[in-house]
């Protein structure tokens, strides 16, 4: 690695190609200032009207136990940055694994002529950016990597998991469980003077189940989350995993296909909160007013949803999957309420989307690594609490369906949505009385926001994986349990 | 020296400094370009030049550990390789993963042609001038909000501590072209088209551009579809999309871990209709970027896996096939755990149909032009699936866009429910394939 020789106010153009910088330690630190300060000015003096470098490095690793043995321990190191230069509203993203200072160099030079900028005279000298006082969020997390589980652990704890399934679950097939942990540390410095680091320790768990009964099969899968408990995988309660698993599963193997047609359902909360995730989370992202993809591009200060709906999208929930400190671009994370009382009140805005759209940023420019440059995307996003109790919502059904447990699922440019139903029982005059399987949720965010009539007090939230137009990011989705009064069921 | 030579040299450097007698290395570098625009504006240009390796190592209990790194310079291949032999202590006891038997074996002739990356400018303009043709070519498409214009080279590399070193560059480009039309009391639809090639010259932009156009213009009238059973029409397109989604169905690992739709016993067995048969070819003449070995080395080759409705192979990596005692067959992805994949399907007919049908005097027909979310509504261990689409009623031959459906089955069902294979195969990013007929599937509208 390769960091800053004492900072000069200003370089002979001709001179920053001689400039060596020697390493003084494996973390990105405030010795960073003084390259990047240089490189930063290099990319102002050449004509950008702005220039972010976001450099990262990972240590990330994945243990797989499959029945009684560990299939897999796979470790994956990464280093790498992105430089991102604007020219009005347009930009320029470059990315390499070379973070020395020439690498650097080289990517922003890429960037400034592919933007049709080009270096000044050799002679000219190039002021530096005056970067702000050293931003350390990962000052007292130096010891997270250091700290968490080592492999043998890993590997003892998931096939604790696994035991405890078979103990309890019938039919069993087969049996998988999954824990990563992803160490990320970034650094984040700009030509506003922007100059953070952070360091994240996400982690995850996740068990899945495989039964079959002759031609009956069911599939269950469980995951949780962390993102700043290094014990986080020693103090996994498995057992009570395995046992909801089993029960789950149990249910649904000799579950009926449902039968299509247009149904009032509740939705269970915790995972079930993917539906405002994929129904109105994504269309308050600036990314889709860019684009003219969402229905919602105008609708600022108007009812979007029903009356009794309010939601949020934060990240600073304490240890939630899709809490961070500060977003990729620096900026500290916020709390930023979407809708109140089904009233849209904000968007989710990252730089360029502050930008190109006017709406101010919210803390939540992010990408999957240095691969992306940063896009507005959701954090920890969940429907607040309601005025209704769960036998409230239960005793208002007639004949619907009761969504207990979601999979994935998306959203389109036109504002269609779908989402597939992991374990679904039929609700007759107010009582579960069949499980359900096969059935996806389909409709238009514009017509289902009108629709969520009635949430209760039992708000969870549940960790997920976001794929968008900066990758695959760590979330966080929830709700309390509520009712949609109609929505179109794909089925049988 | 070049790039896979040097890490070759290095990896035997460090590996024998450090005691490491057994190893290999799966790589590659990757340099890539792509444009969007904006109303005739650059939006955003990315440009990357990348370097990866998955380094394994067999300690000397035969045990394996295994490291993916960014950092391919010498520090970072040591440090690679000495994480790997630390997590070798943790590996598998049972079913090991060993070098592919054919990692030293020729690999097949094929002609690759690699084309010089354009300037980015060039790829601007061009996009542009794509892009106003769409705008223009009807009042309703306000806007292309999903664009890409995009070229590659990469070089892909394996090399072991048995003298095996393979490596072979390769040159893509892609054009994408997705649009959104606004009409007053009408809700908004879309069309997109795909287009891939050896390079951006090569590139069939013009295809692109008829193909998105034509699509979002038969979209514009659109009606709901009653519930009920149809007879439906897989677009090549969205049959390819679906048969990969249940690719367990065909993938030694999946089986060996109890996780797919097939067990060892339904070799040769009659698994769909047989007027279908199912190919997996890396080196189809359709396929502009042809890998011609896997990442344990294997050469990759033209396999049979499904013929006239029988299920004839799975996709084996070394370790499934000894373990299944069959061949490697090039679909390995190397790893702690070997995964298999396939490489470019091919989907053609099989045993002669007795009835042809044709889609221009088809009725009460639902064809599918693309599947969607299909991440989401397959439940591919249960073999059955629920899934948005695009596409069209047709009436007496005539199409009607459909404004929102899914359609529902179960996968096994469906194969054995083809009624007709159609000759006109097509050439897709994904594979070959035609028309698929199904007698009857499940369609969700209103």
Known sequence: ?492 | MSKVTEISANAQAIAQRLGITKYDIYGATTDSTSVQVDKGEPKQVKASNRASVTVRVWNDQGRLGITSTTDVDERGLELALKTAAEASAFGATEHIPDFSPEATAPLPEVKITLADAAPVGNLIERLVTVEQALLNAHDAIASVPYNGLAQNTSENFYVNSNGAQRSAERTSASVYLYTKTEQEGRKPRSGHAVRIGVGTEALDIDGCLQEATEKTLSHLDYEKITSGKYRVVFSPDAFLSLIGAFGNLYNAQSVLDKRSLSTAESLNTAVASPLLSVYDDALHPGNVSPETFDGEGTPTRRLAIIENGVLTNFLHSAGTAKRMGAKPTGHASIGAKVSVGSNFLHITQGEPAEASYSLEDADNVVLIDDLQALHAGVNALQGSFSLPFDGWLIQQGKRTSIESATVAGDFHQLLQSIIYVSPDEKITPGGVAPHVWIDELSITGE
């Open chain 1, 1 to 492: 690695m390769t960091l800053a020789a004492p900072p000069l106010s200003s370089l002979r153009l001709q001179e920053i190609p001689n400039q060596t910088y020697q390493a003084a330690t494996d973390r990105f630190d405030d010795t960073w200032a003084a390259p990047l300060s240089t490189l930063l000015g290099l990319g102002r003096a050449a004509g950008a009207d702005f220039i972010e470098f976001f450099l990262e490095r990972t240590n990330y690793i994945s243990c797989l136990a499959e029945d009684d043995a560990i299939t897999s321990i796979s470790p994956r190191l990464t280093t790498g940055a992105g430089v991102r230069v604007f020219k009005g509203n347009a930009d320029c993203y470059v990315s390499t694994n070379d973070v020395s200072f020439h690498g650097l160099k080289a990517a922003l030079e890429k960037g400034l002529s592919i933007m049709g900028l080009l270096l000044p005279a050799t002679s000219a000298y190039v002021p530096e950016v005056t970067l702000e006082m050293f931003r350390d969020y990962a000052a007292t997390k130096e010891t997270w990597l250091a700290n968490c589980s080592s492999m043998q652990a890993m590997g003892d704890v998931l096939l604790g998991a696994n035991a405890s399934v078979s103990k309890v679950a019938k039919h069993l097939q087969a049996r998988r469980t999954a824990y990563f942990r992803d160490w990320q540390e970034v650094l984040i410095a700009s030509s506003d003077g922007t100059f953070a680091r952070d360091i994240r320790l996400t982690q995850s768990v996740g068990a899945n189940v495989l039964c079959a009964d002759g031609d009956h099969r069911s599939s269950i899968g469980q995951r949780l989350g962390n993102t700043s408990d290094p014990s986080f995988l020693t103090a996994w309660d498995y057992g009570t995993t395995a046992e909801e698993l089993a029960e789950s599963a149990g249910k649904m193997l000799y579950a009926d296909y449902v039968e299509s047609g247009n149904y009032p359902i509740i939705m269970a909360n915790h995972f079930g909160g993917v539906i405002f995730h994929e129904a109105c989370g994504h269309l308050l992202e600036t990314t889709q007013i860019e684009r003219g993809t969402t229905p919602f591009i105008d609708k600022k200060g108007e009812k979007i949803a029903h009356e009794n709906l309010t939601a949020w999208d934060e990240g600073r929930s304490t240890e939630s999957f899709g809490t961070i400190d500060m977003d990729d671009e620096g900026m500290p994370a916020q709390r930023t309420l979407l809708i109140e009382n089904g009233v849209l009140k904000n968007f989710l805005s990252d730089r360029a989307g502050a930008m190109r759209t006017g709406h101010p940023r919210t803390g939540s420019g992010r990408r999957q690594n240095y691969t992306f440059s940063a896009a507005s995307r959701m954090r920890n996003t969940f429907i607040d609490t309601g005025d209704y109790s769960l036998d409230d919502l239960f005793a208002s059904v007639d004949r619907g369906i009761y969504c207990k447990k979601m999979g994935g699922g998306s959203v389109g440019p036109t504002g269609q949505f779908n989402f597939a139903v992991d374990e679904a029982y039929l609700v007759e005059n107010g009582k579960i009385t069949r499980p359900l399987k096969g059935a996806t949720l389909i409709g238009e965010a514009v017509d289902i926001m009108q629709k969520i009539s009635m949430c209760s007090q039992d708000l969870s939230l549940a960790p997920g994986f976001c794929g968008s137009i900066s990758g695959s990011i760590y979330v966080t989705v929830g709700q309390p349990h509520l009712k949609v009064d109609s929505i179109t069921v794909g089925g049988r």
